[in-house]
């Protein structure tokens, strides 16, 4: 995509950092979906998810 276009032509760099979540439990299963498939990308992240709820069902 666009990001990429510019990563390759060097006007911009992607520095990997963490994301924190909180209430996770909103998260429907292509919230989940995306996550998944950010967190198998080659860039290194780190994703903290958070809730105040025991369990849940999604």
Same mark, same amino acid.
């Given at each position: ?11 911009? %760099?992607?520095?990997? !950092? /963490?994301?924190?979540?909180? =209430?996770?439990?909103?998260?429907? +299963? %292509?919230?989940?979906? !995306? /996550?998944?498939?950010?967190? =198998?990308?080659?860039?290194?992240? +780190?994703?903290?998810?958070? !809730? ?7």
């Amino acid at each position: 995509g666009e990001i990429n276009k510019y990563i390759d032509q060097g006007v911009s %760099e992607l520095v990997p !950092s /963490m994301l924190f979540m909180y =209430e996770v439990y909103m998260l429907d +299963i %292509e919230g989940f979906t !995306s /996550m998944h498939r950010a967190l =198998e990308s080659s860039i290194t992240l +780190i994703i903290i998810f958070a !809730s105040n709820r025991g369990h849940c069902v999604i």
